[in-house]
């Protein structure tokens, strides 16, 4: 699972990395569920009492990772622990990344709504001058996983209500 991962963004080019990363997803157990799409995996949150997934996708600008959902509050919740707690995303995915062995600096993590109105947090995952392989595709989506499910609602909430 190291080799290089070419970038071209046809099917055909991404599928064979996809069901790795898919493959990889599921036997880590940290989701509630593996989606294989056609262009991208979308691992579904464990324990999150709202809709949320982490997906890995093919673009012209390389592999990108990100966390989704439609659920405005559980995107509130996770900015204001953001705010409160001072910590840059990128840090936290960062340190995440550092106990899988990775070390390097993490790009930005975008954050916006998107067209289809979810709430994303996403980044390329690049190395400079070269290719990024598979397990490190598979250490960002795992990464994100960890460090998103420490904010907000996203690890199940405090269950106060």
Not at 109 to 135: C, M, Q, W
Not at 144 to 160: H, I, Q, S, T
Request: proline letters at 7%; glycine letters at 6%; hydrophobic letters at 40%.
């Amino acid at each position: 699972m190291t080799n290089p991962v070419p970038t071209p963004c046809t099917p055909e080019a991404t599928q064979p990395t996809l069901a790795a990363l898919a493959a990889a997803a599921t036997a880590r157990g940290t989701f509630a569920g593996v989606e294989s799409l056609s262009d991208r995996i979308r691992c579904h949150a464990k324990d999150c009492p709202e809709p949320a997934w982490y997906e890995v996708h093919a673009t012209d600008r390389g592999w990108t990772v990100r966390f989704a959902t439609p659920d405005r509050w559980l995107s509130e919740s996770i900015e204001s622990d953001l705010m409160h707690f001072g910590d840059p995303i990128e840090e936290l995915v960062e340190e995440e990344l550092a106990e899988l062995g990775w070390r390097g600096k993490v790009p930005t993590i975008r954050h916006f709504r998107d067209d289809a109105k979810l709430y994303t947090f996403e980044n390329v995952v690049s190395v400079e001058g070269t290719n990024p392989s598979t397990e490190l595709i598979a250490k960002f989506l795992f990464a994100y996983e960890a460090a998103f499910r420490a904010l907000g609602d996203v690890g199940g909430g405090d269950d106060e209500q």
